[in-house]
């Protein structure tokens, strides 16, 4: 599942799920949420309160098909401050890392997650567009776990299979859902171990810090001419992770699961009618032409949804005012 370069939702997930105490009593669930889940809600709530206490370091695998990546994760909260990282074991052996992320900062995809006020203000929050039921879990890095299964209430998103620690909280295992239950690709803790303030260095060749930097909306325009634009089409729950100015070049949505953007690129010239597909585990990349405000451009929805989704979403990009 971000929510939030070569890192995918998953290891987002990795990096700001972990702890917290059981949220609101079961007969608020039960009141707001008639027929959910009590136990899932209350352990969804659980694990998307992840930047508060607990500090971890493990190594985790990512699998898309044919294709297996390891990487070194590592959380830590000192004083208020959270301090992430995240190291490839494999490939180029690049690292991400944020430095003091202040715990009061809570990005959009937890909040989601967050449904205790949700359900006391009687909103459902993301289980109205997922049903959430509980089994019995596995043991995943010598943690014994209990399994969340989260089905999509429509055709506009996946599900997902995943694994908590049943003492923590934290997530030690996803599996995400296509169409036929077909597993599209799964992440897991091969090992773990709690209370580990830093991790050691991996030896990276290529460092990233990770930052919340405010970008200044820019304007598209072309011999003169401008394209202000607007997504006029969403499936239900999704809500933007940001503020860009209607002249930005992208747009980013979440569900408090998924996350999928949407890129505008100006042309200089028509290209020919069609659109372009690139599906890679539960990741899909669409692209198609098209005119806003008489201007040729290139529009591409990226992200963990549904081909039909990503095109009924390009499908509704047009101008804006």
Same mark, same amino acid.
Do not use: C
């Given at each position: 599942m971000t929510v939030h370069g070569f890192i995918t939702r998953p290891f987002a997930l990795i990096l700001t799920l972990a702890v917290s105490g059981l949220p609101a009593a079961p007969r608020v669930y039960a009141e707001a949420c008639p027929g959910a889940d009590i136990e899932a809600l209350a352990w969804l709530d659980k694990m998307s309160r992840s930047l508060q206490e607990v500090n971890y370091h493990g190594v985790v695998t990512f699998q898309r098909g044919q294709e297996l990546q390891a990487m070194q994760v590592s959380h830590s909260v000192v004083n208020g401050l959270v301090t992430e990282r995240l190291t490839e074991l494999t490939g180029q052996g690049a690292e991400v890392v944020r430095v003091n992320h202040p715990l009061e900062c809570i990005h959009p995809g937890n909040r989601l997650l967050q449904l205790g006020a949700e359900l006391q203000d009687g909103n459902c929050g993301v289980a109205r567009y997922y049903r959430f039921s509980m089994a019995g879990g596995e043991l995943v890095a010598g943690?014994?776990?209990?399994?969340?299964?989260?089905?999509?209430?429509?055709?506009?998103?996946?599900?997902?299979?995943?694994?908590?620690?049943?003492?923590?909280?934290?997530? =030690?295992?996803?599996?995400?859902?296509?169409?036929?239950?077909?597993?599209?690709?799964?992440?897991?803790?091969?090992?773990?171990?709690? %209370?580990?303030?830093? /991790?050691?260095?991996?030896?990276?060749? @290529?460092?990233?810090?990770?930052?919340?930097?405010?970008?200044?909306?820019?304007?598209?325009?072309?011999?003169?001419?401008?394209?202000?634009?607007?997504?006029?089409? @969403?499936?239900?729950?999704?809500?933007?992770?940001?503020?860009?100015?209607?002249?930005?070049?992208?747009?980013?949505?979440?569900?408090? @699961? /998924?996350?999928?953007?949407?890129?505008?690129?100006?042309?200089?010239?028509?290209?020919?009618?069609?659109?372009?597909?690139?599906?890679?585990?539960?990741?899909?990349?669409?692209?198609?032409?098209?005119?806003?405000?008489?201007?040729?451009? =290139?529009?591409?929805?990226?992200?963990?949804?549904? @081909? %039909?989704? /990503?095109?009924?979403? /390009?499908?509704?990009?047009?101008?804006?005012?």
């Open positions: 943690r014994q776990s209990v399994q969340i299964r989260v089905e999509p209430r429509d055709m506009y998103r996946y599900g997902y299979v995943m694994e908590l620690d049943n003492e923590t909280g934290l997530l =030690l295992k996803s599996e995400t859902i296509g169409q036929g239950d077909s597993i599209l690709e799964r992440f897991q803790f091969a090992s773990l171990s709690y %209370n580990h303030d830093t /991790a050691p260095d991996g030896g990276t060749r @290529l460092v990233h810090q990770a930052h919340h930097p405010e970008p200044e909306p820019r304007t598209l325009s072309t011999g003169g001419g401008r394209a202000d634009w607007s997504v006029n089409w @969403l499936p239900q729950g999704f809500t933007p992770t940001d503020r860009p100015g209607p002249g930005s070049e992208r747009r980013t949505y979440t569900d408090g @699961l /998924a996350v999928f953007s949407v890129f505008l690129e100006l042309l200089s010239e028509d290209i020919r009618p069609g659109e372009g597909v690139v599906r890679t585990g539960s990741t899909t990349s669409y692209t198609r032409g098209m005119h806003i405000a008489g201007i040729p451009v =290139l529009v591409t929805v990226i992200g963990e949804v549904p @081909l %039909n989704t /990503a095109r009924m979403v /390009a499908d509704s990009v047009e101008e804006g005012h």
